[in-house]
């Protein structure tokens, strides 16, 4: 495109609509100048997101959320160099509605369009003010949609080493904290209540499940049998032992990721280190991984918190690296439910 080899810098606005948080981001030659999200209060009251209602209210908060990350950059529209939407995976109808936009915002402004992988995001979300991650690297990838171990190679090569085979990180999270009565979602809540509970309360199995791939749904059903037996002889149980309950999950979602990372680490010989996605955010984790790291002399990138969880901040780095590696999407471009 023209305009493309016109503007000297390279200025992006991105997007990112793949589940229930509406983001806008700008960029400018690799620096962050505006990251904006609008998170969806609406699906508190089912317990988890409903699909139709994310991609209404998407379409409710794009233009407020895309304006207001404009303005806070300090850049004119007429800066903006390459338009970037989160292409895929996610709610189709809520990629919907950030891939139209982004569309029409790159056919009205004469630029192009950049579709990324929500995915090969979170992992460079590393990268937002800081190239100190060296290639290759693995991340542990654990967010609410997906649990991978992935092999960094470069900007643009990933190689997923494991990944789960039903559940996700944060949907264990998730899940078992509705089973407790906590609100959604309860990845964050539970993590709370854990932090001042006993972790070694109550034993849970996980799942033994082959090479570096993830299986979550034993959990689920060992939580779920637990808390049905133990109210049956008394009631108030699980309110009495919140904590220590809270606690014991934790404990046992952070000691398995725990162990196929470093199973990863063994097979692999990689030192470099990272953890990414929703669940990155979790203290039990964090901890975790930073012990561990010092143990074994791992060089360790835990995100900022603002950029674990889904955010526009980590499409536009996947673009900015994109834009340079001239890889552009068309306006034929359509968005991705599943990862491919
Ligand atoms: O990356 P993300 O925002 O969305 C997806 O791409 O899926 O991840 C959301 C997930 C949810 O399951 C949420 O409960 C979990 O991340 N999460 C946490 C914490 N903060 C967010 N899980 C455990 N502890 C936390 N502190
Ligand atoms: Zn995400």
């Not at 789960?164 to 709370?192: C, H, I, Q, S």
């Not at 060992?222 to 404990?251: G, H, M, T, W």
Request: aromatic share 8%; proline share 4%.
């Amino acid at each position: 495109m023209d305009s493309l080899h016109q503007k000297k810098d390279i200025t992006i606005l991105a997007i990112e609509s793949s589940c229930d948080d509406t983001g806008a981001a700008i960029i400018s030659n690799g620096k962050m100048c505006s990251n904006v999200v609008a998170t969806q209060a609406v699906h508190e009251q089912y317990g988890g997101v409903v699909p139709e209602l994310a991609s209404r209210a998407h379409q409710q908060h794009i233009i407020p959320v895309v304006d207001a990350a404009i303005k806070k950059s300090g850049k004119a529209k007429s800066d903006i160099s390459a338009v970037a939407f989160t292409q895929g995976p996610g709610l189709l109808g809520s990629l919907m509605v950030g891939a139209s936009f982004a569309k029409s915002l790159a056919l009205g402004f004469n630029v192009p369009l950049i579709g990324v992988n929500h995915l090969n995001a979170h992992v460079l979300a590393h990268f937002i003010d800081n190239d100190s991650c060296d290639f290759p690297y693995l991340c542990l990838l654990v967010s609410g949609g997906h649990t991978q171990i992935v092999k960094v190679n470069d900007a643009q090569t990933f190689e997923i080493l494991g990944s789960t085979r039903d559940d996700a990180a944060g949907e264990a999270f998730d899940k078992t904290a509705k089973m407790l009565g906590l609100p959604y979602p309860g990845g964050p809540v539970l993590d709370k209540l854990a932090q001042s509970g006993n972790p070694q309360a109550f034993k849970f199995p996980d799942s033994r499940v082959d090479k570096l791939d993830f299986s979550f749904s034993g959990l689920k059903t060992a939580v779920l049998y637990f808390i049905r037996d133990k109210s049956e002889i008394d009631p108030s149980f699980v309110e009495q032992n919140l904590n220590d309950i809270c606690a014991s999950i934790q404990e046992t979602i952070v000691s398995y990721l725990m162990r196929k990372l470093k199973k990863a680490v063994k097979e692999t010989g990689i030192k470099e280190i990272a953890i990414s996605g929703g669940v990155s955010a979790n203290s039990g984790l964090r901890a975790a991984v930073t012990d561990e790291a010092k143990k074994q002399r791992w060089t360790l990138h835990l995100p900022a918190l603002e950029y674990c969880t889904d955010n526009a901040a980590m499409i536009a780095q996947a673009a900015h690296f994109q834009f340079i590696n001239n890889d552009f999407a068309t306006q034929e471009t359509v968005p991705y439910a599943r990862n491919h």
